[in-house]
């Protein structure tokens, strides 16, 4: 099911099509309205939370001064937007659990 320790768009339409029945078209259809959708709202500015999984949130990270590693020279790094994800508690006792 998922190769590698890595699941894929593909797993989630193969999972959709066994466990609810669609055919592989609309799974995979199905999982790209999804994706797309959150990715529509995060790039609206919007956060996006799914209840017992947990929440995408975006922030904004004001300008710094970095180091050049292996200069050490130093360089401003401009402000802009990152996204971060904080999983559910349900989510993080599940993990837990799993070992």
Request: aromatic residues 4%; glycine residues 10%; positive net charge.
């Amino acid at each position: 099911m998922v190769a590698a320790g890595t699941l894929t768009r593909a797993d989630l339409a193969e999972a959709l099509h066994r466990q609810v029945g669609l055919s592989r078209t609309d799974s995979a259809r199905m999982v790209e309205q999804i994706l797309g959708h959150m990715c529509n709202a995060l790039a609206e500015g919007e956060n996006v939370k799914i209840s017992g999984f947990g929440t995408f949130v975006l922030r904004e990270k004001g300008e710094r001064i970095g180091r050049n590693p292996k200069t050490g020279v130093e360089v401003p790094i401009a402000p802009r937007k990152v996204m971060t994800f904080r999983a559910s508690q349900m989510m993080r006792e599940r993990i837990v659990k799993a070992g």
